[in-house]
């Protein structure tokens, strides 16, 4: 290729055909082209694609600019002979100037044989068949009455392809063809052709092989899916049935034997009675003739007798018994139809004597019975490696096929051509091969024939070498090159492209078979031909061009011409200028498809990585954040000058707890304040953001600004060492404040406040505090820095909360360094000695003889790790045990316990002791030899790990369930002590009250920066919409937190698609609904709202991750990001961590304590760490903030926001310079509509009728000036999705997310909308021209009936009967029409459509789809589900399994349908059966109530979810027994909306936590069916 399109490519291989479309739409030019190679090149005459390459492109390009051309063929001429030397030359001739080349071949055959032997030629000679007269007649006989039946329309008829030959039969045909829908002479046609095969294998090949052909036929069209609404197929059965009856038959092997002289061995024909006829591998399993393999057993064995096969095919198997011992044998047999080559295999596998024959089919491309490429690729790849060793093939093969092993080729049929001859004997490649031709005896065509042909190739071949003078014969070399003629094509200036009298008629006809129609409406164009008579002169005809009803234009005529065909092609030719002119066609001449240039490109790369804006493109981007959080002064205070001031806002935070909890630990919190740099937006002082501290404790925080204040540098060094030493134990990152890095795009401190009253906020702050933290040598001990556990080797962290989550690295590091585990507690327990804390000298030395005496108890005195302490100065302190690293706030005192005291059993563990006391337990376990053991033990409670307190981690901790009088209904919270001696404990510097208001600050913090980005993002924008509503529109549902985008990005999804779709349904009144859909797919596909989104740079303002305070960077401490990292967060008191949160973390396994490399794109330095987010929630979010802003601001904020983004459309209709021109529809139409009956039903006058007509015509019918409704339908369906949306989500305000999404599915449906239609008596006057259409109508409409006369039955879609597509479409082009007509105001169409919408879908309506709720209760129930889908003819059966065992079945045509009717019967059965064993069990225990109910919890939160209630409150009021036989007793209560709360229903003890649960939900169903029932 010279400087191709694509220049890596070098060599392109593709047909002749695909070479000349390439051409013509100008993708490749002909110059572009160096060499050109044709194989098969004698097909290079009249219309064949080489020809037309050659003429219309290869002889008009200038000499120098043409490629070489290479030609090769077997034979030059492609005829049945020829009849001299001088014919042979002048054909040869001809070929050489079209194809402007030189014939070559070889001189001396000898030395090729050498490469390529000739197989050795041999004659079989067979008896002519005996004739079958009556079938034959029966059969010639039942053809009539088809044709008869077939006469008035046979569409394959060239009269009728051409178009009416005047204008007079014009309305006749009209009729035929107008309706356009497979009608009886559609089949007709079709039938003929079977009839007529299946005569021909009568005659050729026998009876039982025509048999087997109709049999196939029969099957095909049985299995075929339309069969049970299309006229033409169920017309060809009739008659099928009765030729497979007349014709049925059996065949076995007897008689061979008989007539077979040479007596070969063959079976016994009893032993093989019953041959099951079975398809051979391979055997075209997948065409039409075979569908499905499914061939009724009929028995089979039985002599072959007369007339059943004939002696042709007789004398084949003969044939073929000769190469029975052949080594490697494989054969190809010609034959001349597809009926043979298919029925042939069936012989052979029937004869148990041929048993050593595999054989297939091989057939092409072009008939009813094809056979798709892959399927003849396989074929050959197992013929050519032995799996099938006889292939019987039609001409398809005697073309291109080199199987080097084929030593056999048997032409049952004798060739055509002499070409065919001599290329099917070149299949023969294998040294010592035969070619064996089948002639039948005395029949002089066939040894003519093969006289002509072995002379044929002779004269050929001297004709090649020798070259005969030719120049005496005049015109014989005319070839048609040069220009052509004016008028006769059409080319586009720009690309080249070209259309020309040749390719016009294809053109328009692909052109149409490209609109956009459905299957009752086969869209083609239509001709009329008309006779124009000159007196004296020669006849000529004109043709008039009809296209579809949703082309740019219907009707063109053509200018008159010398014939037919000629005024067909002329006509096609100026409509194809015509589209081209109008837009319809592209400048490469092909439809266009509504794509703009530049995003032709898929976004797929070669890779198959995932799209853009998919769920599954995910990128790593930044995290933002905000501008005004940054600060030069954050890096100051490293110098002690008292003069240099900073003015620093400072913001007090407010924390009010809501609900009630008995731990005293939730009220005892400092007060912390914040300052910042710059003053924050009033919007972030006017949010108060939930807390979720405790089950029933909701704390509302919210910042209240204190005032500017001016603080000292030396001041600032005090704040920064404090927030650093402060952040570091709550976040536990080991920092120093002198080292540490800060980072001037986050500059804010955390500072404590005194708790007085001040008007300068300096005096708040306090100092004494913040002196005394920072003064204390205690820092210098590690374990009293952050991460002691680390420090010291035991990371018992990973112990504490959970068992599961420990790092089994560490164990893997402590075998390798041979420390011992403790046999009592296990390789999983702590194996750092004590001997770890007394060598790092951090703990006195513990020596027996340097004890002080006893320490005096009585002064109150304790002997902590390092110091003496006052028992009261104890008390809200926090301490870490020197043995374990692990941190406790400090209870109380227990002056009742030592460490003499025994220690506790697990509860239920009645094993003997494990340890003595607590003495003896320290001693074991730590290696610790406790001194003081008279001391009193200290109660004490672990300190959690900071936590996210923005998403509610307590099931249902709304504080709507707090209960009446303040207390909570829930669980009593359970707080787990320890009890410690004091020698083993250090006093930490920070106070209790400190610490757990500091947990509060990185979530408070989060939620601060999250609303400043998205204040920020608001400035941007420009348009008043308040920053919290951005900020929801920004957050994920991943985040976890009370608000997130997904109803808002419903309502923008829905937005824009229609303003997208009035745009451009107005601004461009020629394009149909294809090129339509297609442009708004191009606007607003996720691809496309992703790009607009990064352009935007909306990626930082996204918050997608729930927040994980160990990953959050806070100025001067950065997360360290390594295997101790605990995303997870163990909650207040080591309860068992969220499950997802357990999932969202990885563990690092890694041998070592080292740090271990970041996490995928983290980054360690600098304070913005890196996130994931799927191209998909870019593009969300773009749809969301549409939302919001149509919320907040109406359209003119949403067309704010959707330009500001870059969708670049006019939204004012002012601006887009429509016009709706008035129809123009004929008076005999008008008349033929009831319209008041239309309007009436609608409740509206039309001042523009035709828009209605417009709205109700279907493609199908033949067009008269009306177009059909597809481009209605887009624009209707647009406003119909909006404003139901906008329905729903303005009147269902608190409905969550998700039962938004499937209200709107079942209002916004097609299901739904065809019922509508139906209820209101639309359908009745929908003009249409399918009788196919008009059954599937009637049936349905039968079902709706039946429907609606179930009392308060409404199933939004979800019937049993699937509507036809049709009806659905009208209701939205009825939408489009009514906007248009009422000047595109909204507010008409919602006026009109809601009476008709009603009663509307709502969350106690909403019907679940049955193989959604299968699935939801088989995975509440952990039970396998499976569906089995089969077809049986024309019916799919689907088949339900729930844990291998069936439990619904259900049969429809539609697959879908039966799946869903399937799933709805096993819902029956499981709930029939759930219910049997119910009241079993119940008359077992004597009472009915606590049947084992699996079920009972979903029907609960169904009802509750139905009826828009809070989710059930579950308690466990009480837990007992042994740990081998647990008993748990709950109770169940739920908050109904119309009569409170209702009674406390307390269910029976139970084994397990789920069946204690389903047990008290059994009550409370039975008490909800009292109240509502």
């Known amino acids: 290729m010279r400087g191709g399109g694509n220049a890596s490519l070098k060599v392109l291989v593709m047909t002749a055909q695909i070479l000349l479309n390439i051409l013509r739409h100008s993708i490749v030019k002909m110059e572009a082209i160096n060499l050109l190679i044709l194989d098969e090149c004698h ?21 120098e600019k043409r490629p070489s051309v290479f030609g090769m063929t077997a034979s030059p001429v492609n005829l049945k002979g020829v009849s001299s030397q001088v014919d042979c030359a002048v054909k040869i001739r001809n070929l050489e100037s079209k194809l402007d080349s030189v014939v070559c071949t070889i001189k001396d055959r000898k030395e090729l044989e050498k490469h390529v032997p000739m197989p050795s030629e041999v004659v079989v000679e067979y008896d002519k068949a005996s004739s079958l007269w009556s079938l034959h007649e029966k059969i010639k006989l039942m053809e009539q009455t088809v044709e008869e039946a077939a006469r008035s329309s046979s569409r394959r008829s060239k009269w009728q392809f051409m178009g009416a030959r005047d204008a007079g039969a014009k309305e006749e045909l009209r009729q035929v063809y107008g309706v356009s829908e497979r009608t009886e002479s559609d089949g007709a046609a079709n039938l003929i052709q079977k009839l007529r095969a299946i005569n021909y294998a009568l005659g050729e090949l026998g009876q039982w092989c025509a048999y087997k052909v109709a049999h196939a036929f029969l099957t095909a069209l049985q299995n075929d899916e339309r069969a049970n609404y299309q006229l033409d197929i169920k017309f060809q059965e009739s008659y099928l049935i009765t030729v497979v009856s007349l014709l049925q038959c059996n065949l076995s092997e007897g008689a061979i034997s008989e007539n077979n002289a040479t007596g070969s061995d063959m079976d016994d024909a009893s032993v093989n009675g019953n041959v099951p006829d079975e398809l051979e591998e391979g055997e075209l399993t997948t065409s039409h003739i075979v569908s499905g393999g499914e061939h009724v057993d009929v028995i089979i064995g039985a002599a072959v007798a007369d007339g059943k096969v004939t002696p042709k095919v007789q004398s084949l198997i003969k044939i073929l018994l000769k ?38 089919s091989l057939i092409g491309h072009n008939n009813s019975q094809e056979m798709r490429t892959s399927q003849m690729q396989d074929t050959i790849a197992r013929f050519r490696d032995g799996r099938v060793t006889v292939l019987v093939a039609t001409s398809v093969a005697e073309e291109g096929l080199d199987i080097r092993q084929c030593n056999v080729v048997i032409r049952f049929d004798l060739a055509k051509t002499v070409l065919a001859y001599i290329q099917s004997r070149g299949r023969a490649r294998k040294p010592g091969s035969d070619y064996i031709l089948m002639v039948e005896r005395e029949n002089l065509s066939h040894v003519a024939f093969l006289k002509n042909a072995r002379n044929s190739e002779e004269t050929l071949r001297k004709e090649a070498i020798e070259r005969t003078d030719i120049s005496h014969l005049k015109d014989t070399c005319g070839i048609n090159s040069g220009e052509a003629v004016d008028g006769t094509m059409y080319q586009v ?67 008159p011409c010398k014939s037919m065909r000629l005024a067909q092609q002329a006509v096609c030719l100026a409509a194809c200028k015509k589209l081209h002119e109008m837009g319809a066609f592209t400048d490469m001449l092909l ?21 853009p804006g998919t769920a599954r493109h995910r990128e790593f981007y930044p995290e933002g954040v905000a501008d005004i959080l940054q600060g030069e002064w954050i890096l100051s205070g490293k110098g002690c ?78 704040l920064k060492s404090f927030h650093v030493r402060l952040m570091s134990i709550v976040l536990d990152v080991d920092v120093e404040p002198s080292s540490t890095p800060w980072d001037t795009a986050k500059a804010y401190l955390f500072v404590p406040l005194s708790g007085g009253k001040s008007t300068d906020p300096v005096h708040l702050i306090d100092w004494a505090l913040i002196d005394k933290v920072n003064k204390t040598d205690a820092w210098s001990n590690p374990l009293q820095r952050a991460r002691p556990d680390v420090y010291l080797g035991t990371n018992e962290r990973t112990l504490g909360g959970d068992r599961r989550e420990y790092g089994f690295a560490k164990l893997r590091h402590g075998m390798a360094n041979e420390q011992k585990s403790h046999p009592t507690y296990g390789i999983r327990g702590a194996v750092a000695q004590f001997d770890v804390v007394k060598a790092s000298g951090l703990a006195p030395h513990r020596d027996a003889s340097r004890v002080p005496s006893l320490v005096d108890l009585t002064n109150g005195k304790l002997m902590m790790a390092d110091s003496c302490i006052m028992v009261e100065d104890l008390g809200g302190k926090i301490v870490t045990a020197a043995h374990s690293g692990k941190r406790f706030y400090v209870d109380s005192v227990r002056f009742d316990m030592t460490a003499e005291n025994s220690f506790p059993r697990k509860e239920g563990y009645l094993g003997p002791l494990e340890y003595s006391s607590y003495a003896e ?176 740079g909306l990626q930082s303002y996204i918050q997608a991750d729930r927040f994980a305070p160990s990953r959050w960077a806070s100025p001067g401490v950065l997360p360290v990001f390594d295997e101790d990292t605990k995303d997870a967060d163990s909650s207040f008191f080591y309860e068992e961590i969220d499950s997802d949160e357990r999932l969202s973390r990885k563990i690092h396994d890694t041998d070592g304590y080292e740090d271990v490399e970041m996490e995928d794109g983290e980054l360690e330095s600098d304070s913005s760490s890196y996130r994931v987010l799927s191209g998909k929630t870019l593009a969300d979010v773009v749809e969301a903030l549409i939302g919001v802003y149509y919320v907040e601001g109406g359209k003119y904020a949403a067309n704010h926001l959707m330009r500001w983004i870059g969708i670049d459309i006019d939204f004012d209709l002012k601006e887009i310079k429509y016009s709706v021109k008035p129809s123009t529809v004929p008076e005999n139409i008008l008349r033929s509509i009831d319209f008041d009956s239309l309007e009436g039903s609608l409740n509206c006058k039309f001042s523009d009728r035709g828009l209605l007509v417009e709205a109700i015509t279907h493609a199908s019918r033949p067009s008269s000036g009306v177009s059909c409704y597809q481009r209605l339908e887009f624009v209707g369906d647009a406003v119909l ?39 209101h008596n639309l359908h009745t006057h929908l003009r249409h021209g399918s009788s196919a259409l008009e059954k599937q109508i009637r049936d349905f409409v039968k079902e709706v009936q039946n429907e609606l006369s179930k009392p308060g039955f409404n199933s939004f879609g979800l019937g049993d009967c699937k509507a036809p597509k049709v009806l659905g479409d009208i209701f939205e082009s009825i939408a489009g029409a009514i906007f248009l007509d009422s000047g595109c105001v909204t507010a008409s169409v919602w006026k009109v459509f809601q009476p008709l919408l009603n009663p509307m879908v709502t969350p106690e309506t909403l019907p679940m789809h049955p193989v959604r709720e299968l699935q939801e209760r088989c995975q509440q129930q952990a039970e396998g589900l499976e569906y089995k889908a089969t077809r049986s003819g024309n019916l799919a059966i689907v088949e339900v399994y729930v844990d291998g065992v069936q439990v619904g079945v259900a049969h429809n045509p539609q697959k879908k349908m039966a799946q869903k009717l399937a799933a709805r019967n096993a819902l029956v059965a499981l709930k029939e059966k759930e219910s049997a064993e119910a009241k079993e069990s119940g008359e077992a225990d004597g009472k009915e109530k606590n049947g084992s109910q699996s079920f009972t919890r979903q029907t609960l939160n169904d009802i509750c979810l139905r009826r828009n209630w809070p989710m059930p409150i579950y308690q466990c009021i009480h837990e007992g027994g042994p740990a081998h036989a647990k008993r748990f007793t709950f109770a169940v209560r739920v908050n109904t909306s119309d009569r409170g709360w209702t009674d406390e229903c307390i269910g029976d003890p139970m084994p397990s936590v789920k069946k204690a649960k389903d047990s008290a939900a059994v009550l409370l169903l039975e008490l909800l069916n009292k109240w509502y029932t």
């Open 323 to 360: 190469y029975q011992h052949t080594e490697d044998f494989r054969a190809i047999i010609f034959v001349e139809r597809v009926v043979a080559a298919l029925v042939l295999p069936k012989v052979f596998m029937e004869l148990p004597s041929l048993s050593f024959v595999k054989s297939a």
């Open 1281 to 1319: 999705d909006h404003l139901i949306t906008r329905y729903l989500f303005f009147t269902y305000t608190d409905l969550p997310p998700g039962r938004l999404t499937d209200l709107r599915a079942a209002a916004v449906n097609n299901e739904n909308f065809a019922r509508v239609a139906v209820k």
């Open 641 to 718: 000058e008292e003069s240099k001031i900073f003015n620093l806002y400072m913001y007090s935070v407010k924390c009010e707890n809501a609900g009630f909890s008995k731990d005293l630990l939730l009220n005892q919190v400092s007060e912390f304040a914040i300052v910042f740099g710059a003053e924050l937006d009033a919007e972030v002082l006017s949010m108060s953001m939930d807390l979720f501290i405790a089950r029933a404790v909701i704390t509302k925080a919210s910042l209240v600004y204190e005032g500017l204040t001016e603080i000292r540098e030396t001041q600032l060094t005090l």
């Open 43 to 63: 097909h290079a005459v009249k219309k064949h694609p080489y020809s037309l390459v050659m003429s219309e492109f290869y002889h008009t390009t200038p000499k």
């Open 493 to 559: 200036k720009s690309t080249g492209a070209v259309v020309s009298l040749n390719s016009a008629v294809g053109l328009v006809h692909f052109y149409c078979s490209q609109l956009p129609s459905d299957r009752y409406s086969i869209l083609h164009p239509e001709f009329t031909i008309k006779r124009h008579e000159t007196p004296g002169g020669p006849m000529e005809y004109s043709c008039e061009l009809q296209l579809p009803c949703n082309a740019p234009f219907e009707k063109l005529e053509g200018p």
């Open 591 to 611: 439809p266009d498809k509504g794509i703009g240039a530049e995003t032709d490109k898929v976004e797929q790369n070669d890779e198959g990585d995932p799209l």
């Open 921 to 1096: 337990y320290y001693k074991q376990k730590y290696g610790v030899e406790l001194i003081y053991r008279q001391q009193p033990l200290i109660r004490a409670r672990g300190v959690s790990y900071c936590k996210n307190l923005l998403s509610p981690r307590f099931e249902h901790s709304d504080v709507s369930m707090i209960g009446h009088d303040g207390v909570s209904e829930e669980t009593p919270e359970k707080t787990y002590y320890v009890f410690l001696p004091p020698e083993l404990c250090f006093v930490h510097s920070l106070p209790g009250s400190l610490v757990r208001g500091a947990q509060r600050l990185p979530s408070i913090m989060r939620r601060i920066e999250s609303m400043l980005l998205a204040v920020q993002l608001k400035d941007i924008i420009n348009y008043p919409v308040p920053a919290s509503k951005i900020l929801e529109a920004l957050t994920a549902a991943s985040c976890q937190e009370t608000f997130c985008y997904e109803r808002a990005e419903l309502l923008g999804d829905a937005y824009l698609k229609w303003v997208v779709s009035r745009f451009l349904f107005l601004k461009y009144p020629q394009k149909h609904e294809g090129q339509l859909t297609r442009m708004r797919q191009q606007m607003v596909s996720n691809m496309v709202l992703y790009r607009y989104a990064l352009n935007k």
